[in-house]
């Protein structure tokens, strides 16, 4: 069975500077796709960024991008430029391209950010 | 404006009672799925579905059944037999199969469930 870890439950920083969350993962599969949600105190999950395994870029949506790295099964986001408004919980998700087309969660970094 | 509406925000359910929780989306998704969520926890998949009339059981499925007579609803009936149902669902839905299509998976706002 497919897992997720992230092992930072908890993360701060300054507001403007940058931060790293990060996620690994377990999988047999050789596609498959990788996600980071947010989900602020709204509950709302919010789509952050999206990641196919086949391509080697990483992806990057404005101030979040990621570090795929596929051989050690880590994916993790990098949030540049931090806002007061990117506080929140982000889950890593996991999700195989065959098959059962269902999320895998990691169990979330509560990222706290720092007038 | 397209989208996965749940109802209600907020349910109470009384021990020994039944209650069903509303997900409905109006974005031609063919896959539908159901998910809890405990407090300072990740998400848990309960049940799921891929097409109409077939559903599948999740992680947690013990306590829940689902329906899907109409592919746009994919309703949650929590049963007397989840010990500790209360938590936060949040219902799901995607585009379907297809290899490399990427697609996302989008969620409802979600409901609470609060056992009185």
């Known amino acids: 069975a497919q897992t997720v870890t992230q092992s930072q439950p908890e993360m701060s920083v300054q507001e403007a500077e940058t931060v790293t969350l990060s996620c690994t993962y377990d999988?047999?599969?050789?596609?498959?796709?990788l996600f980071w949600y947010k989900q602020p105190p709204s509950r709302q999950m919010i789509l952050v960024i999206r990641q196919e395994a086949y391509k080697q870029q990483n992806a990057t949506e404005n101030r979040f991008s990621v570090n795929f790295q596929k051989a050690a099964k880590s994916f993790s986001l990098k949030i540049s430029d931090s806002q007061l408004g990117d506080a929140a919980m982000y889950f890593c998700?996991?999700?195989?391209?065959?098959?059962?087309?269902?999320?895998?969660f990691g169990q979330g970094t509560r990222l706290t950010i720092n007038p | 404006d397209g989208g996965i509406t749940q109802s209600p925000k907020y349910l109470f359910r009384k021990e020994g009672q039944n209650v069903t929780l509303s997900c409905e989306q109006n974005l031609n998704h063919d896959a539908m799925y159901w998910y809890r969520q405990d407090p300072g926890q990740g998400l848990r998949l309960i049940y799921y579905?891929?097409?109409?009339?077939?559903?599948q059981k999740g992680d947690i499925a013990e306590g829940y059944s689902v329906s899907r007579e109409k592919k746009e609803s994919f309703p949650l009936t929590v049963t007397s037999a989840q010990k500790n149902p209360t938590a936060f669902y949040l219902c799901?839905?995607?585009?379907?199969?297809?290899?490399?299509?990427?697609?996302?998976?989008?969620f409802g706002e979600g409901s609470w469930l609060t056992v009185v």
């Open positions: 799901a839905s995607t585009r379907g199969q297809g290899t490399f299509s990427g697609n996302t998976i989008y």
């Open positions: 999988t047999s599969e050789s596609d498959y796709y």
């Open positions: 998700a996991y999700r195989k391209v065959q098959g059962a087309q269902k999320l895998v």
């Open positions: 579905s891929q097409i109409v009339n077939d559903f």
